[in-house]
């Protein structure tokens, strides 16, 4: 009797469960049960206090007729384009620079991923005072140069760029390490042949570099894709979303149906679209970077 | 058995720790929650009752509450924080059947009440002779009923008024406000006190209680038919619209982006006098007296158009309808917004009572802070309850802020501004 109990005891597979139970348990009810209740919610009319009826795909139809959500839809694209392909290209720019041999290297490479480590909150708050319009130290340094000096944050217009550059700015790093990693991993036998063969820095950017450094973009641009879909802290602390909606996006919209108009059916709709969009993104991206994968 | 034991120690310690992530994730409130629902001490009742704001508000809770413990051993009262986002905890905590006994209530009283999670309390009321609803403003009253029946109590209201700054008056030759001022005199002095780029006459502040009251004191409606239907078809909004853009227009007040970009609250930029008047109710009083403004400084009532309504701030207190006590959460509610209660409100000084009490409102005007701190009781009975009418105002005020914006930030006109609004509002309270 007690020869059974031993022999389990004994193989290394239980211990192994008991080893994860932790992580399972709380990967089971704080991430798979609401991603699977919240799927059933969003074919319900759930207020979060009663009980839900089921309706069916009313409110994935409701969607196509809500401006508001358009507008959070449209402005979440814009942040996208405005953040990814930018943060992503000026990361590796300074990632090449960074992985030379310079003096202070550590230090700029610590400078420049120090962004990554800071609060959101704290970092959007201190930006939203470099974007003051009178006495900001951007406009500050604008005006001096006796350059243009946008409304930054006041504007309708400058509202969303003032995000997507912060934005950018706080991302940098994290980009920028997986970049220097991936060309850490780059032979450098590989430069000093195309050296001997002739090749100019920009022909071996171009030939060796970019294309070896493949696998790398592609996680990060994956990454950086997920991450702008669902930005909301610095929409939250800078703007809440104004002026005029203007920089309302996909994320704060769903906080707002869900804890202010009673509505945790439609929000969970929504968060299913988000959810959609973001896969078939991701999708595509994994298929255009499986083409003749050679290296 | 050694391998036992160790199994034993491993399984506990993994569920200890899975357990008290758990309880952390509902808040403090979670052991002592549980300790209350199950007290075996028969003569002992726990009322759990929400609470929330600032800790100087917080303390008049508790002040509360202890007098009422002492008074009444039998009854225990345990807090539930609901920190800073009120609406959100709220609804975590109905939703986790987590509800407290007595909900801490601003505008959302309608929403919760169509769904059921308040216990009515007409009979309750009308079944008890020592209390009073005669005492409670009308007009306040009459916005926390549902299908006709009521579901919250008021304890304190906040009538808003403009508080001003008197040396900026002095300096720039203007007479002194009196409370029967009209819109054209509060133009007239609000233009001369504005100057480019350092000092506003004026803040405006985009929510219902600025625009509502704008628009209602232009003959405007937010809502008409009962609450039920867009009212900005009406002219008068239009008139409403009108004056506030005239307020950008002019240089009287700096637009909602602007203010955005500044960064500070009116109450800031009052302190720094760049701006000589902001409109506000009691809840700058405490501020103010703990560091007071180096400059002479008082309220007046907002300016006449065809009347002085106004907006306000109010706390409401309502009883679940899943409470196991109602007897004791009803002797709760009815000390804390009866004549005790009221006088621990009168003492602190940041709202008013929202009962005509005369004992408490005497001690509001006896602190003579400051010397026309009768202005917010007079505007008790002037304050309109839009936003506590209508179940979806949230939403509502969603779109209302946003074609305000676009109205005040000059990309439309009050005209395109009306149309919409009322389009959008119409196609909403259709559905």
Known sequence: MNGKLTSMLNREAFWGYVFVLPIMLGFLVFMLYPVLASLYLSFTDSDGIRQPNFIGLENYIALLDDRIFKKTMINTLYYVIGTVPLGVFIALLIAIMLNSKIRFLNF???????????????????????????????????????????????????????????????????????????LQGISPSLYEAAKIDGANAIQRFFHITIPLLRHTTLFVVVLAIIGSFQVFDQVYVMTAGGPANSTSVIVYYIYQNAFQFFKQGYASAIAYVLFALIFVVTLVQIKISQRKDVY | ?????????????????????????????????????????????????????????????????????????????????????????????????????????????????????????????????????????????????????????????????????????????????????????????????????????????????????????????????????????QPGTLEGLRVMRALIDEGISPNPAEIQAMGQGDEAMFRNQQAAMIMAGLWWLPAFLQEPLDFKWNVVKVPKGGDQTTGSGVLNWAISADTKHPEEAWEVLKFFVGHEGMEIVAKYNMALPASTYDVANQMILDSNFPSNVGAFIDAANDVDYTEFRHPRWAELSVIIGEQLDLMLLGEQTPEETQKNIHEELTQLLGK
């Open chain 2, 1 to 233: 058995m050694k391998r036992l034991a160790v199994l034993g120690f491993v399984i506990i310690l993994v569920v200890s720790l899975f357990l008290s992530a758990c309880s952390s994730g509902t808040g403090g409130s979670g052991s002592s929650g549980e300790s209350g629902d199950t007290s075996t001490d028969k003569d002992v009742v726990t009322i759990r009752m929400a609470v929330s704001g600032s800790s100087a508000e917080k303390a008049l809770r508790y002040e509360t509450a202890d007098l009422f413990m002492e008074k009444n051993p039998h009854i225990k009262i345990e807090w539930v924080d609901i920190g800073n986002e009120r609406y959100q905890q709220t609804l975590t905590l109905i939703s986790g059947g987590n509800a407290p006994d007595i909900f801490y209530l601003n505008d959302w009283v309608l929403p919760l009440a169509e769904r059921g999670v308040f216990m009515p309390l007409d009979d309750i009321v009308d079944g008890d002779p020592s209390f009073n609803l005669n005492e409670f403003y009308p007009n306040l009253v009459d916005a926390l009923r549902y299908e006709g029946k009521l579901y919250a109590l008021p304890q304190e209201v906040s009538p808003i008024v403009v508080y001003y700054n008197e040396e900026l008056f002095e300096a720039a030759g203007l007479e002194l406000p009196t409370d029967d001022w009209t819109q054209q005199d509060f133009f007239n002095a609000a233009k001369v006190l504005s100057q480019p780029d350092n000092q506003y006459g004026y803040i405006y502040s985009n929510w219902i209680g600025h625009y509502g009251g704008w628009i209602h004191r232009n003959g405007g409606k937010i809502l008409v038919d009962d609450y039920t239907k867009s009212g900005f078809d």
């Open chain 1, 108 to 182: 700029y490479r610590a400078g420049i991923f120090l962004p990554v480590v800071t609060s959101m909150i704290a970092v959007a708050t201190v930006w939203k005072w470099l974007y003051n319009t009178q006495y900001g130290l951007i406009n500050g340094i604008l005006g001096k140069m006796g350059l243009f000096q946008p409304d930054w944050l006041s504007s309708t217009t400058w509202a969303m760029p003032s995000i997507i550059i912060m934005s950018i700015w706080k991302g940098l790093g994290f980009n920028m390490v997986i970049f220097l990693a991936g």
